[in-house]
């Protein structure tokens, strides 16, 4: 007796075609095959066409990890009697990152109340703040000094205008957001008995987006002093300043001596926040 081979679907049909399933009761379905070929597909060839465009070569990492082994030997064996260099910039650093976050923060608070869909009902400047807001923040602080390094002068000026900029940008995105999940109906009650929309706001939801907005505030100062750190490679003040002097100079064990101050002051910082965040939750 001869047996009939059974002829199974193209890999096409067997990939990305409906499988088609009967049930129990005598009912048929359709399960959809997986995406997951195609995705995964889709990306191998997004990697490759970045790798030829970027000109990526492992080899190249390969042959020059000797090099960067002894420049990370160097940096990591810093120059502590380098460190009364550092205090100046640093404090610059700090000032720019404390004075820019406090502006940038105040700014950010109105123009929040702004971009709240549930507080402003006025479509076209709701659109129009949210838009400017979105341009704040997608440029990079670096962009910011830079241009405004040109304008003002080199400097700290600059870098603190930078910094204020940014964070308005980001603590008004962060606050309309949470404004916009608020209880509304105390503030529709205070709305009803007269009062303004800014008394309203302040007495029915500063409240509830206080630890909140003292949250982002903190947030931005962590990543102001991160930021405010490499402003100096555009001329405006601060541990930047000391780091491209150093690394242009080749000095690795004075760069190391920066890069751990500047560990050490953002660790500080983390746990300073952290007990901030802590006595306000």
């Known amino acids: 007796m001869s047996t009939a081979k059974i002829k199974k679907p193209p890999l096409f049909d067997r ?3 409906p499988e088609h399933i009967v049930l129990e009761n005598g009912h048929s379905v359709d399960r959809p095959r997986s995406r997951m070929p195609l995705i995964l ?3 191998l060839v997004v990697i490759v066409i970045s790798l030829k465009m970027t000109g990526f070569d492992f080899s190249v990492i390969i042959n ?5 082994t002894v420049i990370l030997g160097q940096i990591f064996q810093p120059n502590f009697s380098y460190f009364p260099n550092i205090v100046r910039p640093l404090v610059e650093t700090i000032k720019m990152s404390i004075l820019g976050t406090v502006i940038g ?3 950010g608070l109105p123009l929040a109340i702004l971009a709240s869909s549930n507080i402003n009902h006025h479509k076209p400047s709701l659109l129009a703040i949210r838009f400017i807001l979105s341009i704040m923040r997608s440029v990079p602080t670096l962009i910011y000094a830079s241009v405004l390094a040109l304008v003002f002068g080199l400097g700290t000026f600059a870098g603190t205008l930078a910094i204020t900029i940014f964070t308005v940008g980001i603590v008004a995105k962060m606050l309309y957001e949470s404004i916009e999940t608020i209880d509304m109906k105390p503030y529709e009650a205070m709305i009803s008995f007269g009062a303004t929309t800014l008394q309203a706001f302040w007495t029915a939801c500063m409240p509830q987006i206080l630890p909140t907005y003292v949250d982002d505030c903190l947030y931005c100062f962590e990543l102001n002093v ?3 750190s490499i402003l100096g490679y555009v001329g405006a003040g601060g541990l930047g300043v000391l780091i491209r002097e150093r690394t242009g100079l080749r000095a690795y064990n004075d760069l190391g001596m920066v890069l751990l101050i500047l560990f050490l002051v953002v ?3 983390d ?3 952290d007990y901030i965040r802590s006595k306000i939750s």
Not at 64 to 68: G, I, N, Q
């Open 15 to 17: 990939v990305f075609k």
């Open 41 to 43: 597909g889709s990306l």
């Open 64 to 68: 020059r990890a000797r090099e960067l």
């Open 105 to 107: 923060c105040l700014i």
């Open 226 to 228: 991160r930021a405010s």
């Open 267 to 269: 660790l500080v910082i």
């Open 271 to 273: 746990f300073v926040n």
